[in-house]
């Protein structure tokens, strides 16, 4: 599990290409057979990939983990959340067999003690993206599939930034103790997303960006709405938003992306939004 220190704002301004990388971008979350855990001391957040080939995955088979976190079992003290966005699958939690097609979603609470991902197909594996945070209390496990999800319409073909926004962890679908997850799809020719930008300095977040071209790009805001700085990202790459931070993005076509927030509320509109002009 690689670790992340919190990084502060005022250092952040200053540095490099190569340390923005090494402290905000997750990578390679898809590598078939193998399990990524990216562990933030941003609010304890942790962002994971699980990628099944013939045999399944348990969400805590390496007890190195489980000693890092201070636990028994991956969930005794977590919630989790993941969306699936490969091919067909089954997750099982305590015995529970939940299937999952691309872009279903499963909110899983805190105290189960086994999760296992599986894909049904190694020629097309599932492609399991993860996010736990600390949790206070249990909460039944709820499968959604896209179709169940919260779906909020934004923006505009002349603005860029026309979106359809999924929220599958979010209070008028589901209850959690503070994780909220959700995905949003651009529509054909629109590029931009969370434009003009926000920060919430109750909440940090996380962003995973897919469904990009091979040779496509997305330049991903960040930092201070006086001091941004850019992260390139390409498919299936994530980053770390800090709550001091502006979370926004342009891509050089189309693009879905899983957002995931945790923080002091799980209001989804708790937003201090930034003017234009005030950008630098």
């Known amino acids: 599990m690689i670790v992340r220190e919190p990084s502060n704002s005022k250092d952040a301004k200053h540095y490099t290409t190569d340390r923005l990388r090494d402290e905000f971008l997750v990578q390679d979350l898809f590598n078939l057979g193998e399990i990524q855990r990216v562990y933030s001391h941003i609010d304890r957040i942790i962002t994971m990939g699980f990628c099944p080939d013939e045999q399944s995955q348990k969400l805590d088979e390496n007890m190195d983990v489980m000693k890092s976190l201070g636990v028994n079992y991956f969930l005794e003290s977590r919630e989790l959340g993941v969306i699936n ?27 189960n003690k086994e999760v296992i991902f599986a894909s049904d197909d190694v020629n097309n594996p599932s492609k399991y993206y993860a996010l736990s945070a600390p949790a206070h209390m249990h909460y039944e496990t709820v499968h959604i599939d896209i179709t169940k999800a919260k779906q909020v319409p934004m923006g505009d073909a002349e603005s860029a930034n026309k979106r359809v926004i999924f929220q599958f962890l979010h209070p008028e679908v589901l209850q959690t103790c503070q994780l909220s997850m959700g995905l949003t799809k651009m529509a054909p020719g629109s590029v931009w997303n969370t434009m003009p930008c926000h920060s919430h300095e109750r909440r940090m977040e996380v962003y995973f960006y897919f469904d990009l071209p091979q040779d496509s790009i997305v330049l991903h805001l960040m930092g201070e709405p ?51 002009k005030d950008l630098r």
Not at 92 to 109: C, E, F, I
Not at 239 to 256: E, N, Q
Request: net charge negative.
């Open 226 to 276: 006086t001091e941004t700085r850019h992260i390139v990202l390409r498919n299936e790459e994530a980053v770390i938003a800090p709550s001091w931070s502006i979370h926004s993005g342009c891509g050089t076509s189309a693009y879905s992306f899983i957002w995931g927030m945790v923080g002091e509320n799980k209001t989804f509109t708790d937003m201090d939004h930034i003017a234009m």
């Open 85 to 111: 966005i490969g091919g067909p699958g089954t997750i099982t939690v305590d015995g529970t067999v939940h299937a999952m097609k691309s872009q279903d979603g499963l909110y899983v609470g805190k105290g």
